[in-house]
């Protein structure tokens, strides 16, 4: 495997044909009946029954996308929820997606500046060094909050080129109060997540983060809503991978996030969440597959990739 | 107590005659020799006698400043570092501190959009519902980045309308690179953070959040290593508590920080972390008390008291 998550990221792209990634969001309530009804997991306010439902469900879902997608995104905000129970879970899934042979993003949004900044990035890029949590895997990268400027985003870059991992700096998100701030512009009618860009770029192309494959371990996460406005960033960053949120659900068509995409089909991953988690709540499969929800997040993973493949032309 | 977050904070600013607040930033191997040396505690590559020596020295560290402070902040990234079993820690001693009578600021930075923006509110802010957790506590405000704007902002200050508690938006940063982001300024001049803090300052003001005491549960993190650029956010947001991180070890003097009091000597809550916390390594305090490092720590919050009871006159 390579030790460069850029190139271990280019290949998986490349091997499974799509830049499609699957989110986990696990709600509780938005499981499927069959594993919310066993009796060891059908009590919400039983914090162990909670997470043996989520930690199933999100297992057999990483089994049925693991030949499909070249990575995942696990969104830790759904397991803080169920506080210390919930994190070990989280860290069971990456462990058990790396075992797959996923590639892992941890979708954190961890930031903050000087030594607390270098706290999150061990906690979160460096794999546990202590005795009794041996088989314990963090993720192939996380994304982080770079609010605080390269102070707020080095802490993570160093740690990443350290440990072979990579880091996705939030640069414009997908929701609309965010232009509020994002698109603050300057004199000259540069945005703020454009200077927000540069000094992301400034820090991907130096040359210890460039991989065999010619792209960074330091990308961005940008929303797949704003596609106007953003898709200059592709040329001007083309070292850079995008992580781009918004597919499905959240209303970004194919067309809009596969211009996230460079020449070589490579540089953008398109992630859908609860368009292909809860395809079994969708008519379309649930008339198609009746009960059989793993069936209906499996189609509804292939017809995302269809979709994108398309709309790539 | 009150059910209101900014009445609670006010009351307790005015019975302890102080806006410091005493930042918990534990790192194992700056704990002192008599707490490493234990034998269940001096093994940093065992997980549960790491957590357990930073526990201890934490537990003891609240017992000496309750009596002197109204609030502590206590930072979970130095938490994180130890998994599952340091965010339990972490939820311990947030609920030791409020058993102590303190008011409790989770460190957290948490920020993101819609539901998932929601389900970290639901994490940092409502107690566990649980039945196998119903006697751990929740912080009784934390920090947030409000980096997508009042959408991202939104749903924290609603859940924290609900709970009682507080929220306090990362403004403006104290460290030097902050100032790329958050002073990128439009064409009239405003600058990034002014933009943050207006639309943050928007929500604060509902008459809903406003308490007896005049003041909002929603505020700003600012830091006080920029007293020149932000003293005027004072005088604009006059029912806005403010956080200011930096004092001590980060290079803001007690003069720097005392600005951000409103003139009724409340509104600001002036952080020491490691100033206090590794009192016991200062030669300052180390010749008078000896290996007491609980005296040490003692006097150095008392001195750090006094040094901003000066600075404000």
Known sequence: MANHFADRLASAVKQKNTPLVVGLDPVYARLPESIRVNRFMNDETDVTA???AIFTFCARTLKIVAPLVPAVKINIGY??????EGLETYYALVSEAEALGLEVIGDVKR??????AAAYAEAHLQNPEFSDMEDILVPDAITINGFAGAEGI???ADMADEQGKGVFVWVRASNRTAASIQDFADAAGVKMYEKLAQIVGEIAVQSKRIGSSGYSNIGMV???TSPEETTVLRQ???QCWFLVPGFGSQGATAADCVRFCNRDGLGALINASRSILYAFSDAKYKDQFGDNWEKCIEQATIDAK???????G
């Open 111 to 116: 930031g903050d500046i000087g030594h607390t």
């Open 79 to 84: 397991f803080e929820r169920y506080f210390w």
């Open 50 to 52: 909670s997470v043996d």
């Open 306 to 312: 269809i979709e994108l493949a398309k709309a790539k």
């Open 236 to 238: 001007r960053y083309p």
């Open 154 to 156: 080095l802490p993570f």
């Open 222 to 224: 940008i929303g797949g």
